[in-house]
């Protein structure tokens, strides 16, 4: 939240003087995409004793592809930048992975990555053509069905967006349609089954926790606008 925070602070005061602005540069638009998107990641999970020893560590690597729609708003300083916010309100969810060991028995776990919102940057190329930059936020919610009774805590991660897109409006009215391309990179993820690394016992059976690096997508887009205001 920091980061959507901090750049929406950040771009409304961009240095031009909007007093100086006609009204009638000013417009609004709003719109609905569908979006496919393949993500990949790197996990490693430690599995540590009752008395902080190592009892295994796993370490994969997977991409999976998802789809799912989102809503954007956008405000429109005359015709070269909009400045937008965009929101997702499925779940964006990790295929289940399962893992059976002969001590414990079998455990299951699938990631579902929540409220997945974005504020950007969007500078209008003539033509049709328009690049985008911003930051992004998410939760993720960890389904676990762990053979040892463990549950690994729910986190939230930050990253960055860069897209590549061309706009077309559909006749004289003020719908267009949008196709676009982008890359997502978010931050380095570290969640736990809550037991520190002094606190493992028999009952508790020590410390689990998964580390995430290289969260990273490919996102597709197409979408329908509507623009309210200006000229």
Do not use: C, W
């Not at 070269?80 to 399962?98: K, N, V, W």
């Not at 490919?218 to 309210?228: G, I």
Request: net charge negative; hydrophobic share 35%.
């Amino acid at each position: 939240m920091r980061k959507i925070l901090t750049i929406v602070s950040v771009l409304s005061l961009i240095s031009f003087n909007a007093n100086a602005l006609d009204r009638s540069s000013f417009s609004a638009t709003l719109g609905i995409a569908a979006n496919t998107a393949v993500y990949g990641a790197s996990a490693k999970e430690t599995n540590r004793a009752e008395n902080n020893t190592i009892k295994t560590v796993k370490s994969e690597s997977g991409a999976f592809q998802e789809s799912h729609n989102s809503y954007l708003v956008e405000l429109n300083v005359g015709e070269f930048i909009s400045l937008g916010y965009e929101h997702t309100p499925d779940a964006i969810t990790t295929p289940e992975a399962d893992r059976t060991n002969n001590q414990n028995g079998s455990s299951t776990v699938k990631v579902d990555f929540n409220d997945l919102n974005i504020a950007y940057l969007k500078l209008n190329i003539p033509g049709g053509l328009y690049v985008k930059a911003g930051v992004l936020e998410t939760d993720l919610d960890i389904k676990e069905s762990m053979a040892s009774g463990s549950e690994y805590s729910n986190v939230s991660t930050e990253g960055t967006i860069m897209g590549l897109g061309y706009a077309k409006a559909l006749g004289d009215s003020r719908f267009a349609v949008r196709v676009e391309g982008s890359y997502l990179d978010l931050d380095d993820v570290t969640t736990s089954n809550g037991v520190s690394a002094t606190g493992g016992t028999v009952a508790n059976g020590g410390r689990n926790q998964i580390d995430a690096s290289n969260l990273e997508g490919l996102n597709a887009k197409v979408a329908l606008t509507f623009t309210l205001g200006g000229q």
